[in-house]
Structure formats: C-alpha cells, structure tokens
C-alpha cells in the first residue's frame, strides 16, 4: 500500500525537515562552543548569537501547520495531565472504585463532583508525572476493567440524571495479552454502544492524546471539545508508519497522513468545537488552560441543559451514524 499526501503537507513537512536540520546544526555548534564561553569574551558572543538562532529556528517550527508539532505538543512532558484538568475543572471529587467483576483499573479514574455549581460524573485516564507513576498507573492504558469502571459510573450517572464529563488523554487501551484475555475489545465495543443511547448529557474533552479505541470508548458525547494541540487518532504515528511501511522513523508522515489535528477533525465534523492553548502549549500556562476548557464546558452544559433527553439522545445517535461517510467512483 502507497499513501499519497497532499501537496502542501508534502511542502509543509520538507521545510520543518529543513529547519529541523537546521536547528540540529546550531545546537551542535552551541555544544561545541559552550564550554569555550566562560574563558573567552568573544566566544561568549558567537553563543549568545547561537542560542538566539536556535531560539527562532524553534518558533519557525512552532508556527508550521505541521501534525508533527501536534503529536509533540501532545506528548509533552510537562503538558497538563487529565487527572490535573480533573482537579481543576471538579469540586470535591469522589472517586468510585472497582468494576464489580474484576479489580478496580489505576489507569482511569471515575467518580461524582461539583462542576460549575451542579453534580456531575466525570471520568479521566490517569496518566503519571514520573516513571514510577507511569508504571503504576500503567502510562495512562486501561484494561477492561477500566473501561467498565468508567460504564458503571456513568450508567450511575443516568440513573441521577446528572452530566458526564470525559477528560481524553490516553495513548490507547492497553494492548496486551491479560487485556485481550478479559475482552478488551468487548468492553471497548460496550461502553461506545451504551454511550450513544445513555439518558443524560455527555461532555467529552480531549486535552493530549486521544489514541484508537481506547480513547473513543470514553469519547462518545453529545459536545467533543479538543484543545488546540491535542490529538486524536485511530492508530499512533509510529504504528501506522510500521503497518504501512515497515518503518516507524515515517511517525511524521504518517501523522499527517492520519489527519489527527484538532483542524482536521474539527473539518471532517470528528469534533464540534477547538479550544485554544496559551501560546507553546498547554504547559506553559496550565492555569489559563484550564480556564478556557472551564468556560467552555459552563457554555454547553448550559446548551444541554435545555434539549429534552430524547432530542439529546436522538442528535447524538444520529451525528455518530453521519461520520465515515464515503463515495464509490467507477
């Protein structure tokens, strides 16, 4: 199989390699004269110099309507968490624990709180700050049991007639053998069904990664917000460019291959609405981000508030059954 791209991503992606190369170049030299600075007046200034190019280089970059960036920005480090938007956008939240079948998942996180003044559900992928919070809570991939966890809340949530706020940000569901044993792609299969018929408003916000089936079995929802550097993508970068090309250093052109964007999904009708980052990312003012995606999520629980349940369930039905439209040609 050959995927083609589009003509100006093809353009787009050579000159962020160029500038990429670039920049790769000036750090080299900065590397080099670094330690001759603290002797040497003159080589003080050829770095400062330096350092100031690679400081434009990497706004260039920033700049380029590039999916690469988007998967970058995604992915950051410091980028806030769900669990922080959690804590940020709820009031005394208490987590609900356990499946009733099997164990209770640490990589999601469900339970009731106060959202804007009125009780809600919310449910949130659990991703750590370091590796040993990465490894507890299994680098944010539920199992199963997680996903069910987050089908009992929210069938909890129905029965009080109170919104469920989902907070995306999860590469994928856990892939693995013990997963696949306790039927990962039922569970996944379920909670997206259920999703889509469920009597009370959905609130979905995708604020990093939002990765294959395992982000979309919380992501049904009657608004889906994405922060404007989130993704959301039925296959990671690097998966896809090794299933397509045996290849996974291709990441950067299968990303814009994927259309993970949140302008390509907001254009394909994927997403209904775009929220915007403070300038560089989420991360470099979480306060502010979490005041918009605040804002936001107080403007369509006001919407939803007022279309009768089954208008609610009937529109969300329908604009699900809409996507992946195609056409035959001969």
């Not at 990465?134 to 680098?139: E, L, P, Y």
């Not at 049904?220 to 970068?237: Q, S």
């Amino acid at each position: 199989m050959v995927t083609v791209l589009p003509e100006r991503d093809r353009e787009a992606e050579a000159r962020a390699a160029a500038l990429e190369r670039q920049l790769a170049e000036v750090q080299r030299e900065i590397a080099v004269h670094r330690p001759r600075a603290e002797k040497d007046g003159a080589e003080a200034d050829v770095l400062r110099a330096l350092e100031a190019r690679a400081a434009e280089l990497r706004e260039a970059l920033m700049q380029m309507p590039i999916a690469w960036n988007a998967v970058a920005l995604a992915r950051h480090p410091q980028r806030p968490k769900a669990q922080e938007f959690l804590a940020a956008l709820i009031d005394d939240f208490t987590e609900l624990h356990g499946d009733r079948l099997f164990r209770d998942d640490p990589a999601i996180a469900a339970g009731v709180g106060w959202c804007e003044g009125r009780p809600v559900v919310a449910i949130a992928p659990y991703k750590g700050k370091d590796t040993r919070e990465n490894i507890a809570h299994n680098f944010g991939m539920p199992y199963p049991e997680g996903y069910r966890k987050a089908l009992r809340v929210m069938k909890l949530a129905e029965k009080f007639g109170y919104p469920v706020l989902s907070i995306v940000d999860t590469p994928a569901a856990f892939p693995g053998d013990a997963a696949e044993e306790r039927g990962q792609a039922e569970a996944i299969a379920r909670n997206i069904q259920e999703m889509t018929r469920l009597r009370t408003p959905i609130l979905v916000v995708i604020t990093g990664e939002g990765g294959s089936g395992g982000a979309l079995a919380i992501a049904v929802g009657d608004v889906v917000l994405m922060l404007e550097n989130a993704i959301y993508t039925v296959i990671p970068p690097e998966g896809c460019a090794a299933i397509l090309w045996r290849d996974a250093t291709r990441a950067r052109e299968a990303a814009a291959a994927l259309r993970l964007t949140a302008a390509d999904l907001a254009a394909l009708e994927i997403v209904d609405e775009i929220v915007p980052e403070p300038r560089g990312g989420a991360h470099m003012d979480p306060d502010r981000a979490f005041a918009t995606v605040r804002d936001a999520l107080r403007r369509h629980l006001t919407a939803l508030d007022a279309i009768p349940i089954d208008d609610l369930v009937r529109r969300r039905y329908d604009k699900y059954r809409r996507m992946g439209y195609y056409e035959e040609r001969p």
